[in-house]
């Protein structure tokens, strides 16, 4: 119990990076795998996570990253503890060495204790992530409510709350053909870029509403600690915060047929302003297209607001 | 009675060549059956396993279309549990639960025989599907609705595959139970019963209660498909999350189906290398009842991700962090076991040793996974690849192969190849873990599962995993290799052939004589 509370605790003082360099270094070389040189550099300063859980920008990514690396370290300790036995066991207590048997097979206070003593640590470990998943749930009082909505394969988007309320657009990938099959060299957001991603302001709270069209798809942005199955004929709902500006980008999480790797979240989190700026051109644009059904830009808008509407009664 | 004659077959009455196997209702000649039979799907399953990790080797798409990349890990999931791993066990519960309780035979011969010859066809099923128009069924393993709806008729030949297997299961299931309850010898209590005959008695209890489970969750796929119901679609009153809750009911206690035998295989093997009786017998069958319990109320842990309320997520979360008490418990019993005895490391202990380090580490991830806000991020992405191929790969597989090893001087009479034994080990130690290691590294990272293609910081990981898998597969055939040699000669095996093997199938001579304990020996 002392031990978590620790980490966990001193959690501003301790820098992720450096911690879980140790840790992932440390898990390379046991599992004697050349990782020690790179394992060290952490995923902060690169703009993809190589090793280790994406950047968190929201409480809630971070509050996943930092219980990720507690359990880490306490796993380390165990796995310390045990295998050092064994080892220990394994090189000294051979027969080649002259080891006698000895003719133990029970002990009850050990028995006892090994059972008690993990109990412990678990609850050690579940009280941060009773906290979390709480808080996780929680999806009252958004600033702004965004529905989602899964197709094969491709996101729609409808804003039904809050600035840019009205506003609804498909997503979907933008990396040409070409570049897949091997026609044109891949870009640096390959298989990660979308023609409209979602914009968000940042430091609002955004509740996202999903449901889907056919199967069964998932919206995921590991750097928001999101990921929520979008499933047809039912409204399921997550939320998020984002604390800082930029592109934050994820994929479809359920397998939902032939394009289920070709379907990716992309999700621009903007300053006040910007954002106040790209609403009012999204309704200059709407407004240009001088329709009942302004901003849809085809068919297959139409049975998503069947199944929005299904879901909903 | 236990005498053997020059040619045991010979001075049989039964039928010789392709009906002798057909008609078979020898447990010994049933067990090889399984055995090879699973080594052929381990093989098949290997192929498609390949084919993945060539396309995975480079981003971009250049040696199966996305289509096709979902059949082969569908049918890669589905050929590996059902047709390798789950037979496998069920070829050593035939082998070596009557040679252990002093049984002459399984109980129900017959229906033993037709336990066996089921899968063939169901195995003709499943790989057939890859040829009938649409291919075979790309809705991942778990089968998920509305996606395996959509599917063509692969799915169809899928669905009666798991139903067939499913059966045979079930009546390889109730031949052990009431094997191990009715035909142990004089004065083998319960509680002396070694630990492999108890967790396969527990196994079969699993089986039992999961299986129809399965199958009641499939033939609704099937009448979704083509009766008109509408059980897991919403539009007709039904619910697609409703199916997870019943393939995961089935599928989490299919977990343990699948690792307790190994428990129970590394508990035998462990204390004969380290010469001294095993560390905690009752506790280990304690824990081995109290996993077998848990495994029926965690399974909405796989489905964190699908939005159920806090208290469902907390409940499972709770439950499933248990898990990992009866699962400590074995591990630190194996490792007392092994504490101030006199070891060796034969090919069968360091087989069992490697289990116990790597299926360690894929219980550490496990613990990880059950955390439910960690597993909302980790699920449905190659770390949750990586955490389930370390438990079935270097759990169930390595302890096949500790099983294997352990008992080829039995059913051979020769002792197995150490050399090459060891060889086998160490590559397949060494090629799994570059295989499967970098994989956590990628999930963490935010590749998902079920993907032909990706991003390309993932390249690196991606292009070293398969270069392991590649090691990892061609290992496999030392396997072969060994088996072969250890059939046609090799080292003769005295009837207790590792030194200080205890239990009564190493009374018996090497190999086994086609008939054993005609009349009961009495223990103790």
Partial sequence: MR????????RPHLPNPHLLGVVMGRAGRIAGFPLLSYAALSCAQEPHARYNLQQPVTGIAEQINDMHTLMLVICLFIFVGVFGVMFWAVFKHRKSKGAVAAHFHENTAVEIAWTVIPILILLGMAWPATKTVIEMKDTSNPDITVKATGYQWKWGYDYLQGEGEGIRFLSALSTPRTQIEGGAPKGDAYLLEVDNPLVVPVGKKIRVLLTANDVIHSWWVPAFGVKQDAIPGFIRDTWFRADKEGIYRGNCAELCGRDHGFMPVVVHVLSAEKYAAWVAEQKVKAAAFDAPDPAAPDRTQAPGVQVATAGKG | MAAVTPDQLHGHHGPTGLMRWLTTTN?????????IFSFIMFLSGGVLALTIRA???????????????????????????????MPAFVGFANWMIPLMIGASDMAFARMNNWSFWLLPPAAILLIGSFFVPGGATAAGWTLYAPLSVQMGMGMDL????????????IMGAINIVVTVLNMRAPGMTLMKMPLFCWTWL????????????????VTMILTDRHFGTSFFNAAGGGDPVM?????????????????????????QIIPTFARKPLFGYASMVYATASIAILSFAVWAHHMFATGMPAAGQLFFMYATMLIAVPTGVKVFNWVATMWRGSLTFETPMLWATGFIFVFTMGGFTGLICAIAPIDIQVQDTYYVVAHFHYVLVAGSLFALFAGAYYWLPKWTG????ESLGKLHFWCSMVFFNITFFPMHFLGLAGMPRRIPDYALQFADFNA????????????????IVVVVKCIRGGERAAARSWESAEGLEWTVPSPAPHHTFEEAPVVR
């Fill in chain 2, 55 to 85: 396309e995975l080797f480079q981003p971009g798409l250049q040696v199966v279309q996305p289509e096709f990349f979902n059949q082969l890990t569908t049918m890669h999931g589905l050929i590996m549990v059902f047709g390798a791993i």
């Fill in chain 2, 243 to 267: 199916y997870q809750h019943i393939f995961w009911f089935f599928g989490h206690p299919e977990v343990y189906i699948m690792i307790l035998p190994a428990f129970g295989i590394v508990s």
């Fill in chain 2, 158 to 169: 899928a669905i009666f595959a798991i139903h067939i297997m499913g059966i045979s299961s």
């Fill in chain 2, 202 to 217: 527990i196994t079969a209890y699993l089986l039992i209660a999961v299986m129809p489970v399965l199958a009641g969750a």
């Fill in chain 2, 464 to 479: 070293l995993a398969s270069v392991g898998a590649f090691g990892f597969g061609l290992s496999q055939l030392i396997f």
């Fill in chain 2, 414 to 417: 020769h002792m197995p190849n």
């Fill in chain 1, 3 to 10: 031990v978590p509370n620790f980490v966990w605790h001193h």
């Fill in chain 2, 27 to 35: 447990h010994k000649d049933i067990g090889t059956m399984y055995m």
